[in-house]
């Protein structure tokens, strides 16, 4: 079981920034990636950017790649998502995901809202 709890989130004016932490708890080494989602009322939950633990391997959706950045610490298992220039169309819920084990495990969202 992977626990995972997310911070972070709040209100900003559009082209500000915010950076959410997710920090992971229980069993962190059988965490495979982490990533970050979101979801906006009436949507669909949507892949934010994902980073794997060995490798690093980073992969960001297209409506953010420029103004994200998705980074890990290793000595404290916590996985970060920088938000820069952020837009109102970047409102959702914020959710942190873990793979371990070939399951998956959520944390329970962090709100971010981007006024005009």
């Known amino acids: 079981q992977v626990q995972l709890v997310e911070s972070g989130g709040g209100l900003v004016q559009a082209g500000g920034s915010l950076r959410l932490s997710c920090r992971p708890s229980?069993?962190?080494?059988?965490?495979?990636?982490m990533g970050w989602y979101r979801q906006a009322p009436g949507k669909q939950r949507e892949l934010v950017a994902t980073i794997t633990t060995l490798s690093g391997n980073i992969n960001y959706a297209d409506s953010v790649k420029g103004r994200f950045t998705i980074s890990r610490d290793n000595v404290k298992i916590a996985v970060y998502l920088q938000m820069n220039s952020l837009k109102p169309e970047d409102t959702a819920v914020y959710y942190c995901?873990?793979?371990?084990?070939?399951?998956?495990?959520w944390g329970q969202g962090t709100q971010v809202t981007v006024s005009e």
């Open positions: 995901k873990a793979n371990a084990g070939g399951r998956f495990f």
């Open positions: 229980g069993s962190i080494f059988s965490i495979d990636a």
